[in-house]
């Protein structure tokens, strides 16, 4: 049994919350005092754990980068009590086998749900479907699937993809990138690019693809999930969709919400990411389409890699920054503090929605007797400077290095079972050890 | 004086350039003479470390460094510890042990030099041979150089010459610099180009754009001609070699239409019969020989500043 006292919630209530097995057996109006034996959340926010659906773990095949265990530490201490691992695996994430495999390492790990995505197509080729069926049937139970770090860029694919998972609820997330209009490219075009003499990644790359996909989502009556939106024009084209009644949902991405193309002018490879970071104008339109729920989650986009990879030219380097321990902070900095997203807003963008539009039953549950306890609690007003080498991830990528951020995770309960204790992720130093 | 590094011509204020084109000459002068050495650089090490081939600034930037009596170790990638799949870290690190006080670069990734400058790899001095299609500032200087002795040997001012810059601005590190570079020293800028090949954005650029060669050429002062590519066509740039040099080479109907005093200059290699016909290339009014000649000047000026020199005086 666990115990929490005086915890403020999303919607300003202040209450005690007593968590028996894997369930929120008792919320209640808090009476102000700290009970022995409980958790003494005073001045703290509690919140349903985070859910992500984008996230790359790199196991198996580069485990030099991240495993799903240490992914998972890191999931722990950025307040994610569910993650999805993208297919761009070695071997990739496109059969039965691997799809289970990567669940039951989740399961070994145990400190959230790890739900596997599946590849859209073979081998991620774009050109034959992967076994969807066999995939969804599997004990992952794979609902998503994303061809992700590439684009399912044949029309035909594509449609046969959105018509396909129509039999067991599916949703094809897609990397929006027209590949011909984005040969070699390395930031985003426009007058930094120009400058610095780079080869640009339009914004219409985006949005060509996301208004091809939009259409034939509404054609065949399928789902579309597009991932990590960068761009204004892309925004507006998923509102459009929407008030279209198309069956479309969007994400974005924390760095999106706050870093722009200006950061590339050193050279740094430390911002190279793909999508690209994008101009002020762009992160603004996210930051306004997150708002209005035109962008309906917010996801990490987490992509780890080893030091080499980036500790090089720009061109050499690897595309990709590491999210998870960043993001609630970075929503917090962009969305809370300039007061376009409120408390229960943000809940809505990182564990309910998240959880509707995946099916993960146990995520994104409100508050109440009878929930999941997947549960965080942090400190809203106080702020942390993020330190690469202290990050839980097995890589060291972050664009935030030595920024200060707001919130502190001070407790993860995951499944009744606390994960992580006064900012301590469970049972870390151990396993890293061994 | 320049100090630390050259990496971009965006780093240079006016008074440095003039500075360095003022080095230059009183250096051209030397070695001008019957003893082209000079023994300021004596004891000092420059790499000319070339991830890609290119003969005419190698040999420049080696010339140079000789002629101030510099030891020069060429490493160029091919056949190299990088061809087997070395990091350019590891290089930089190989030459820092090595004791290198300079490392002249040329990469074909934008902002390889600025990488190696900024990151603790190496300790030397970093001079940007052309980085990628970024910049190239040392064919801005001895253009600018090369602009001075024709058009302006007294003054220190560009301002009322106009500088046409004709063909893949795009992907040109020698047209990224001498924008920056020419227009800081006050000069007009007008690029030349098929829509294609203009970069996103240049709007913003202190640049006016043309699509027309005929109708800017009469006006102008410099007609600086770019080496295009011929790989540009396949990926549908422009639709034919001679479709391109119809348009936007230079031919003896175009160079008749220059004024007087106006020269015509290329960075180099040409493409004879492509952005230059032959006979526009040997005209009275290029320049492109003095160009070559002047790059090692104003090498040697670069290398002298940068690695701190005796002064030129002292040299016996």
Not at chain 1, 236 to 250: P, Q, S
Not at chain 2, 162 to 189: C, F, M, Q, T, Y
């Amino acid at each position: 049994m666990i115990k929490i006292s005086n915890a403020k919630l999303a919607d300003g209530n202040v209450v005690d919350v007593e968590i028996d097995n894997d369930l929120i057996s008792k919320v209640t109006k808090s009476s102000g005092t700290v009970s022995k034996g409980s958790i003494d959340a005073t001045g703290q926010i509690l919140l349903p754990g985070l859910v992500d659906l984008h996230t790359h773990l790199r196991e198996p095949g580069r485990e030099d980068a991240e495993t799903v265990l240490t992914g998972s530490y890191a999931a722990a201490a950025g307040g994610y009590t569910a993650i999805s691992s993208m297919a761009n695996t070695y071997p990739v994430a496109d059969t039965a086998g691997v799809v289970e495999q990567i669940y039951r390492l989740g399961k070994d790990a145990g400190l959230c749900d790890v739900n596997p995505i599946g590849a859209v197509t073979k081998g991620l080729n774009g050109e034959q479907l992967a076994e969807l069926g066999a995939m969804a049937d599997s004990i992952a139970r794979v609902r998503i699937f994303s061809d992700d770090g590439k684009c399912v860029s044949d029309p035909l694919i594509m449609r046969r993809a959105l018509e396909y998972v129509k039999t067991f609820n599916g949703i094809i997330a897609q990397h929006a990138q027209e590949p011909r209009l984005t040969i070699n490219a390395q930031m985003n075009e426009g007058s930094v690019s120009s400058r610095i003499g780079l080869p640009g990644w339009p914004a219409i790359a985006e949005e060509s693809i996301i208004a091809r996909d939009i259409l034939l989502a509404e054609h065949v009556q399928s789902r579309l999930h597009i991932c990590h939106l960068t761009t204004a024009g892309g925004v507006e084209l998923v509102r459009w969709a929407k008030k279209r009644g198309i069956n479309v949902t969007a994400e974005v991405s924390p760095h999106h919400l706050l870093l722009t193309d200006e950061l590339v002018e050193n050279y740094d490879p430390i911002y190279k990411v793909n999508p690209p970071l994008r101009t002020e104008k762009d992160v603004m339109a996210l930051r306004e389409g997150l708002a209005e729920g035109v962008i309906d989650i917010v996801a990490t986009d987490h992509a780890p890699h080893p030091e080499e990879d980036k500790d090089c030219e720009w061109q050499a380097a690897a595309f990709g920054m590491v999210g998870l321990e960043t993001s609630l902070s970075v929503v917090i900095k962009t969305m809370i503090e300039s007061k376009m997203l409120d408390w229960s807003q943000l809940v809505d963008r990182m564990s309910i929605r998240p959880a509707q539009i995946a099916g993960y039953k146990t995520q994104g549950q409100s508050i109440q007797a009878g929930s999941v306890a997947n549960l965080i609690l942090l400190d809203s007003s106080a702020f942390w400077q993020v330190d690469r080498s202290k990050l839980k991830s097995k890589s060291r990528n972050t664009p935030f290095h030595g920024m200060t951020l707001p919130g502190v995770i001070s407790q993860v309960i995951y499944n009744g079972k606390q994960t992580v204790i006064a900012g301590r992720v469970l049972n870390m130093e151990s396993d890293k050890n061994g | 004086m320049i100090t630390g590094h050259l990496l971009s011509a965006a780093d240079l204020s006016k008074d440095e350039v003039l500075n360095l084109l003022a080095t230059a000459k009183e250096l051209a002068a030397i070695t001008d003479g019957p003893n082209k050495k000079l023994p300021t650089l004596r004891g000092k090490t420059v790499v000319n470390l070339f991830f890609e081939d290119s003969t005419r600034t190698r040999i420049s930037f080696e010339t140079a460094a000789k002629r101030l009596s510099a030891d020069v170790i060429n490493f160029s990638a091919k056949g190299s510890s990088v061809s087997k799949g070395e990091s350019l870290k590891d290089t930089a690190q190989t030459l820092q042990a090595m004791g290198a006080d300079a490392v002249v670069i040329r990469h074909g990734s934008s902002g390889a030099a600025k990488r190696l400058a900024d990151t603790q790899w190496i300790q030397a001095a970093v001079i940007n041979a052309g980085d990628g299609t970024h910049e190239h500032p040392t064919q801005a200087l001895l253009d600018a150089f090369t602009i001075k002795q024709h058009l302006r040997a007294k003054e220190s001012d560009f301002s009322g010459i106009k500088v046409l810059i004709v063909g893949d601005i795009l992907h040109s590190r020698v047209a990224r610099s001498n924008i920056l570079l020419l227009s800081k020293l006050g000069a007009e800028i007008v690029l030349v180009a098929p829509p294609t090949l203009l970069p996103v954005g240049i709007e913003k650029w202190p640049v006016r754009i043309s699509y027309d060669l005929d109708s800017e050429i009469r006006e102008c002062d410099v007609v600086m001609m770019l080496r295009i590519q011929l790989e540009r066509m396949a990926d549908s740039f422009f639709p034919t070699e001679r479709e391109y040099s119809r348009r936007y080479g230079l031919n003896s109907a175009r160079l008749a239409k220059l004024k007087n005093n106006s020269i015509v200059m290329h960075p180099g290699p040409m493409n004879r019969g492509l952005e230059i016909s032959a006979d526009s290339a040997d005209d009275l009014k290029s320049v492109i020989v003095d160009q070559v000649k002047n790059g090692v000047a104003v090498r040697m000026a670069v290398l002298y500043q940068l690695l701190g020199g005796a002064p030129i005086g002292d040299s016996k």
